[in-house]
């Protein structure tokens, strides 16, 4: 049996941070959550809570005090911009006795994770998720109301992961040794296209679903008519029209660190069919 260990999560109100503090607590370790406002956070009860902010480094020994692992993500403060203080957190954290550290990859290089990886004396290991099954909840509004999905490329491939599995990598990662130096690309079962996601969605929910396909220039506008910024655009459209091969390849990480298979995207629309019906 693993001995019980205490991990400071970062992010941890976050769709994956929420996940490997629910995936710590299962497996019956202690957990202390970084957040900026912990009158806002909500949490069970067995969870720490501790204010901080990593764009302040300086003013986490605190929250790092007693802990053997640490999860980070790589953007911060209240403009979620890329976090410079990488180096100082993982000063602090060496300082403090943090054996352990995974970082959630940003979708390209950043200077924390790039800080991470240069780190001496701490095992560190790069959580890089494809697409999130909860991507698809975007979709809801629009299901909820028309009965309809509107996307563009409804053939373009993703191996779509849990959130759930990606805190599971994340908190074997962060309590077990064996993880140091690697970076895990953490994918589903089973490559899916957008109208088998709309399909299982339509079973989860007993209804019928229509798949509307939009041209790339009505994406365009409906994304911005949707308040996303141009780079994020331009993103979309790269990873949509062009899904880059580990995104659409199953990589067997999940079970192959957690000892379970990856959880499938009709378990995953189950669990959240009553906001696809309009009852959350």
Do not use: C
């Not at 941890?12 to 629910?22: H, I, N, P, S, Y």
């Not at 995974?102 to 494809?130: C, I, K, N, S």
């Not at 975007?138 to 028309?146: F, L, R």
């Not at 365009?220 to 899904?243: C, H, K, S």
Request: charged share 20%; net charge negative; glycine share 12%.
């Amino acid at each position: 049996m693993t001995q019980t260990q205490k991990i400071l999560v970062t992010g941890a109100t976050g769709t994956v941070g929420r996940q490997v503090v629910a995936e710590l607590l299962d497996r019956g370790h202690e957990v202390r959550a970084l957040t900026r406002d912990a009158a806002k956070a909500s949490f069970p009860a067995r969870v720490e809570l501790v204010e901080g902010d990593l764009t302040e480094p300086d003013g986490l020994a605190p929250a790092l005090a007693g802990v053997t692992g640490l999860h980070l993500i790589t953007f911060g403060g209240a403009a979620s911009s890329p976090l410079e203080t990488g180096p100082r957190i993982l000063e602090i954290a060496r300082s403090a006795g943090v054996r352990r550290v995974t970082v959630l990859h940003g979708g390209g290089p950043t200077p924390l994770e790039d800080a991470v990886r240069a780190a001496d004396g701490v095992d560190w290991t790069v959580l890089m998720p494809v697409e999130f099954m909860a991507n698809a909840l975007e979709w809801a509004d629009g299901i909820v109301t028309n009965g309809e999905v509107r996307e563009p490329f409804v053939e373009r491939l993703s191996a779509m992961v849990h959130e759930g599995d990606i805190g599971a990598v994340a908190a074997v990662a962060l309590t077990r040794e064996g993880h140091g130096g690697q970076e895990y690309v953490i994918t589903g079962p089973e490559v899916l296209t957008v109208a088998d996601k709309v399909r299982t969605i339509a079973a989860a929910v007993g209804r019928e679903i229509t798949l509307v396909e939009l041209t790339e220039a009505e994406a365009v506008a409906q994304w911005r008519a949707a308040g996303l910024p141009e780079d994020v655009i331009g993103f979309l459209l790269m990873v949509y029209g062009n899904t880059p091969e580990e995104g659409r390849t199953v990589s067997g990480t999940v079970e192959k660190i957690t000892g379970r298979p990856a959880r499938t995207f009709a378990g995953w629309a189950a669990e959240h069919a009553e906001l696809f019906e309009g009852r959350s």
